[in-house]
Nanobody
Framework: QLQASGGGLVQAGGSLRLSCAASGRTFGSYAMGWFRQAPGKEREFVAAISWRGEYTYYSDSVKGRFTISRDNAKNTVYLQMNSLKPEDTADYYC???????????????WGQGTEVTVSS
């Protein structure tokens, strides 16, 4: 089970850190990803990290502003979001995959979303 948290309301230019805690299973050997779904839009890839953390992927829209990291000892993945923009407003989901990838179909386990709202 994956539990995402840390969402909230923030002004443009602000920061938030999302967390995704795993329970019931050790996700230390899984790649982890963050996806988001804005109102009226399809869910899209945000960032992903390999199981040891040595490789990371980012979408072009968040590169340079967001940082994904993980602490396998705590079975937790983080998404540090800086310089937030109104267009970052969405429900953010964490997911686990047996290999690092960009596509939703590659991720077998999904958490519930945490809502992020960025006001202008």
């Amino acid at each position: 089970q994956l539990q995402a948290s840390g969402g909230g309301l923030v002004q443009a230019g602000g920061s938030l850190r999302l967390s995704c805690a795993a329970s019931g299973r050790t996700f230390g050997s899984y790649a982890m990803g963050w996806f988001r779904q804005a109102p009226g839009k399809e869910r899209e890839f945000v960032a992903a990290i390999s199981w040891r953390g040595e490789y990371t992927y980012y979408s072009d829209s968040v590169k340079g502003r967001f940082t994904i990291s993980r602490d396998n000892a705590k079975n937790t993945v983080y998404l540090q979001m800086n310089s937030l923009k109104p267009e970052d407003t969405a429900d953010y989901y964490c997911a686990a995959s047996e290999h690092l990838g960009y596509y939703q179909y590659e991720y077998r386990y999904w958490g519930q979303g945490t809502e992020v709202t960025v006001s202008s």
